[in-house]
């Protein structure tokens, strides 16, 4: 099931689309009918620069660097193709050129988009687009990834027969919150505007003057502020549209890209992050047509200020007296271990959480049945939000369905029910995995009363304060993993950065916590548990980790697991959530930052 529903599918056509015999540079090949030139080229390993042309976007036609050579079949006198020696019609070829993003092919056309008259114009195209073009290579921002630089190497001509003042524009225009515009950069392909107008349904953008002093700008009394702004910066094929937070902050080149997941909401959209050095600088969307195409939210964008702040555990921590002092792993887990001694399955609570991956909740659901099972109070913290139409789902945690698979999630029912236990001295120990269980409703006084509190997170908070045990978790680009969107879609989680100072990997830690409380140590790598869960639950059944890929793999939801039932009621329903409904509105947003925000872990 794919969230977005693009106006425009140029790339993409029904399987039972008719193919149909077209010749492409000398060569016949079968592509389906309503192809444009630009897509069957690409099909037969052919590649036609293109600035305006987007597949998901309406065609205008703008900047007429895809023109090519195109022809037709001979046809005899009795209106018959004449059929050459090869048995295939002969092309008469036409003496002017055409677009190949408007040229929609038909049955016996070709196409030559490597002749001289194809090189030629591009030549041209690109000498008119460099014309008044700015020599600011050095400083822009979307140098190392700019179709002007890599086009006018491959396409242009070695100098510039241009000896005139080139025309000035507007520079370092603030359009909206996170968007910079620099319109002497601005080759007026226009795909920002028809983003906004076609996906967004924010009609905002638009051109003014004409001729060589045409300027790319915001409507009168608008801004361009919706939730989706920052994709005109990766569509923009040049440095006019630059985001603020990545602005100036790192060169591409220097980039380590790894294909991720986004753990912003239930969507799970898949991403690239770019890293060096440990830090990530920067998130841009990975295009699978079954989940976001080539989309994503801005504030799933901007979710990586949080795990790279001051506040960051970068260590273990153990209370000692009145004090918390750092700790190595080795001596905490025979300590917790020391803690639980004799302490009976309804003595014990976990507070888990819906971020956290399939391999992890798999480990965390062993140790609790090893403990007694659902006489373990058990839950999650839910976060109900609001679905915008498009991608931003209303489950604003990424795995709820892994949590319904494993039996941990009953909608924080539980988590009033372990409070009460507390308080009343029947619960003595509770086990915090990335949740706050002062931000989840258990008041500090109520948590002074455990003998035993571990919190498992990447920031202290509230919790973290009053725990026994702190243990240095991983945020999710620092970690391998699989998830299941709302769709039912697992997908996997890449490492992207090391943990910092001697924080440790959720699933080891988990692990080593594993053999200290049931004594089972048959388990070690993520794909050794991914494994061991496909050999308990049917969902998984004939996957294994690496057999996710890149692009996920759609679960049969026919081999979900029966809800799980409490005292005669239905607490845990374990479909997978339905939130998204087809786009209708604007994808306004109101209030999100103009940098990193910091999102409350």
């Known amino acids: ?43 037969a390993g052919k590649f036609v620069p293109h600035y305006c042309y987007h597949p998901k976007l309406s065609i205008v036609g703008n900047c007429r660097m895809c023109l090519l050579e195109i022809g037709m079949p001979k046809m005899s006198p009795d209106r018959k193709p004449i059929i050459g020696e090869d048995g295939k019609p002969e092309i008469g070829w036409i003496p002017r050129p055409a677009i ?39 400083i822009c921002d979307q140098a190392g990834e700019c179709k002007l630089q890599e086009y006018s190497v491959e396409y242009g001509q070695s100098e510039s027969r241009f000896v005139e003042q080139k025309v000035h524009k507007p520079k370092k225009v603030d359009i909206g919150e996170r968007i910079v515009l620099d319109d002497e950069r601005c080759i007026m392909c226009s795909r920002c505007i028809r983003f906004a107008r076609e996906f967004c349904k924010d009609d905002v953008l638009g051109f003014t003057q004409r001729g060589g002093f045409t300027t790319l700008a915001v409507h009168h009394d ?13 569509i923009c094929p040049v440095g006019a549209l630059t985001s603020k937070d990545f602005r100036f902050k790192m060169r591409v080149w220097f980039l380590r890209e790894t294909p991720s997941v986004c753990t912003g909401c239930a969507t799970g959209c898949n991403v690239t992050v770019g890293a060096r050095e440990q830090t990530v600088y920067r998130l841009t969307p990975r295009e699978n047509e079954d989940v976001n195409s080539l989309w994503m939210c801005d504030q799933g964008r901007l979710n990586i200020g949080y795990f790279q702040g001051p506040d960051r555990l970068t260590e273990p921590l153990v ?10 792993w080795s001596n905490i887990y025979p300590q917790i271990q020391h803690k639980m001694l004799g302490l009976k399955g309804e003595q014990v609570a976990i507070l888990a959480s819906a971020r956290a991956t399939n391999e992890e909740l798999f480990v965390i659901a062993d140790v609790r049945r090893s403990l007694g099972g659902d006489t373990v109070l058990a839950d999650i913290v839910p976060r109900p939000g609001k679905s915008d139409g498009v991608l931003q789902n209303a489950d604003r945690n990424p795995n709820s369905a892994g949590t319904r698979i494993f039996g941990l999630n009953y909608k924080g029912q539980n988590i009033a029910k372990i409070k009460e236990a507390i308080d009343a001295g029947k619960i003595k120990a509770l086990f915090c995995f990335h949740e706050d269980a002062v931000e989840a409703g258990i008041p500090a006084e109520t948590l002074q009363k455990l003998d035993l509190l571990v919190l498992q997170h990447i920031v202290p908070g509230p919790t973290g304060a009053l725990a026994h045990f702190v243990l240095a978790g991983a945020a999710w680009t620092e970690k391998r993993g699989s998830m299941i969107n709302a769709a039912g879609r ?53 996957l294994t980790f690496s057999r996710i890929t890149d692009l996920g793999v759609q679960l049969d939801r026919s081999k979900l697991p029966r809800p799980q039932v409490v005292k005669g009621s239905v607490v845990a329903e374990p479909d997978f959530a339905e939130e998204f409904a087809p786009r209708e509105m604007p994808v306004k947003s109101e209030g999100l930052p103009a940098t990193t925000p910091r999102i409350s872990a």
């Open 222 to 234: 608008k801004r361009f502020d919706n939730n989706y702004s920052l994709n005109t910066v990766d």
């Open 490 to 542: 697992l997908q996997r989680l890449n490492k992207a950065t090391a943990c910092p100072g001697s924080a440790r990997e959720d699933l080891e830690i988990l692990l080593n916590l594993r053999t200290a409380l049931t004594g089972g140590n048959s388990l070690h790598k993520v794909e050794e548990v991914f494994k061991a869960a496909a050999s308990q639950y049917p969902i998984f059944e004939g």
């Open 319 to 328: 209370r000692v007296g009145g004090s918390q002092v750092g700790a190595v």
């Open 1 to 43: 099931m794919a969230f977005v529903k693009n106006a425009f599918q140029h790339d993409i056509l029904p399987a039972d689309t008719p193919l149909i015999n077209v010749q492409i540079d000398g060569e016949w090949v079968q592509v389906p009918k309503g192809l444009n030139a630009i897509e069957a080229a690409s099909r």
């Open 100 to 138: 190949g993003c408007a040229t929609q092919l038909a049955d016996g056309m070709g196409i030559r988009t490597d002749s001289k008259l194809a090189k030629d114009c591009r030549e041209g195209v690109m000498e008119f687009l460099l014309i008044n073009h700015p020599l600011d290579c050095p």
